[in-house]
């Protein structure tokens, strides 16, 4: 069995296929988007914004064999949990940067440039004197399963998948409270912080007001 794959409480992670994503892409309609602190305070169906190109990016990265699925054996095999990721190479920030900035004025489009601005200013690539990272890009776990520890459990199976394929660093941008405290005890560091209450639009005002204690988006690494 490779490290990819494992079983613990009946719970299976397995590296994700493309004709799972139908049923993940649900997954993430109901569970992501209605958790993820910054489309949450929102209130827009974010899930819509910007579909196509985020489907045909989800499954770019599927193909890569470095995304994660997790079904519960004991329900039919049922998701329970994913994590999307991907490679990333130092020319990807401009291309991020153009993307985002064309990009319309919805909530998925400003959570796109706020990720651009903190990529640009942590400068992986320089700053660590690599050529390529993963870059995990989304995580989620059912609200069933949350607090016993499977966000850990597909965390650690992702850098052991990064470790089988090269790569020098996993890095991680989170919005969330959460999902960087979770990092960190996996020994992830973070390197980069902003402060959603310091980060405004052109008039002075503040464009994201999450609920507490969700108050920074972290670039967390860790060498592998």
Known sequence: MSTAANTKDGISIRVMAEKDYSG?????????????????STGEQVHLQNEKESDEYHLSMIREGTCLIATDENQGGSIVG?????????????????????????TWGRICRLLSKIELEANLFERYGISKALYS???????????????????ATLM???????????VAYCTSYYSARQKE????????????????????????TPAAPHTHARIMVIKL
């Open 24 to 40: 993940v892409k649900l997954f993430m309609q109901e569970q992501f988007f209605t958790d993820e602190p910054l489309s949450r």
């Open 82 to 106: 994913y994590v999307l990721a991907g490679p990333q190479y130092p020319e990807d920030m401009e291309k991020h940067r153009k993307e985002a900035a064309e990009m319309e004025q919805h």
């Open 137 to 155: 890009h989304m995580t989620s776990v059912g609200a069933s399963m949350r607090g016993k520890g499977l966000g850990s459990r597909l965390a």
């Open 160 to 170: 052991e998948v990064g470790r089988a394929k090269g790569y020098p660093l996993m």
């Open 185 to 208: 005890a996996l020994g992830m560091e973070c390197i980069h912080s902003l402060c959603y209450a310091d980060y405004k639009d052109d008039q002075g005002r503040v464009i994201f």
